[in-house]
Every structure is written in C-alpha cells, then in structure tokens.
Nanobody, 126 residues
Framework: QVQLVESGGGLVQAGASLRLSCAAS????????IGWFRQAPGKERDFVAT????????FVAHSVKGRFTISRDNAKNTVYLQMNSLKPEDTAVYYC???????????????????WGQGTQVTVSS
C-alpha cells in the first residue's frame, strides 16, 4: 500500500522560508510523479507544484512561481517543496500526492493522483 507522509509545516512570519518533505513508501519510487496541493480554510484544494519521476520536469502554479521550488531525491524516496518569501495567503494545509508517471505531461489536476498524504499545516502570520 502506498503511503505518503508530509512534514515540515509550521507557523512562520511573512517573508520566512519553510521546506516541506513528502516521504513515500513507493516501490519503485522513480515510477511516480509527485504533486503538492494546498487547501486553505473554506476553499477548494489547489495545485501548487509537480515533479516528474526523474525530477527532470517540474511545474509550479503561477501564484507561487519564483518563490516555491519542488525537487526530489529518489534515493531517499522523498520530494521537497522549498517555500521562500512566504505570504499570509500561503496559509493552508499542504498535501503531497503520487501518480504513476506515464510521461504524458504535467499532472496538475487532483484526479491525476491516486495516493494522498494526510497533510501538514502551514501558517504564515503577517
């Protein structure tokens, strides 16, 4: 069974940085694209970033472009989301998700993913 565990969330001030981690029990991990999504209170879950199985292709949402970076270490079965220059509007529960990567392009829809973590809370104060 696929398990994804997020970590690294917390309470920070605006302008600070956080690095989220998504640890996966996927064998083989390098067959899966990993995505990050977030859900703010009272809002729908939104796409944040995705990375291909090799790490060679990444795509981030316009709202976080230039501030957030996604990367992966396949030797550690871990994907990272580096978040810089955080803003109060980045406050949300952040989820990672896994999808078999068939090389068909960027996976930015929730329905593209079939395994999800429990989420980690990120709170940015002004």
């Amino acid at each position: 069974q696929v398990q994804l565990v997020e970590s690294g969330g917390g309470l920070v001030q605006a302008g600070a940085s956080l690095r989220l981690s998504c640890a996966a029990s996927l064998v083989p991990f390098n067959r899966y694209a990993i995505g990050w999504f977030r859900q703010a209170p009272g809002k729908e879950r939104d796409f944040v970033a995705t990375i291909s199985w090799s790490g060679g292709s990444t795509f981030v949402a316009h709202s976080v472009k230039g501030r957030f970076t996604i990367s992966r270490d396949n030797a550690k079965n871990t994907v990272y989301l580096q978040m810089n220059s955080l803003k109060p509007e980045d406050t949300a529960v952040y989820y990672c998700a896994a999808a078999t990567d068939y090389g068909l392009g960027y996976l930015y829809r929730e329905q593209d993913y079939d395994s999800w973590g429990q989420g980690t809370q990120v709170t940015v104060s002004s």
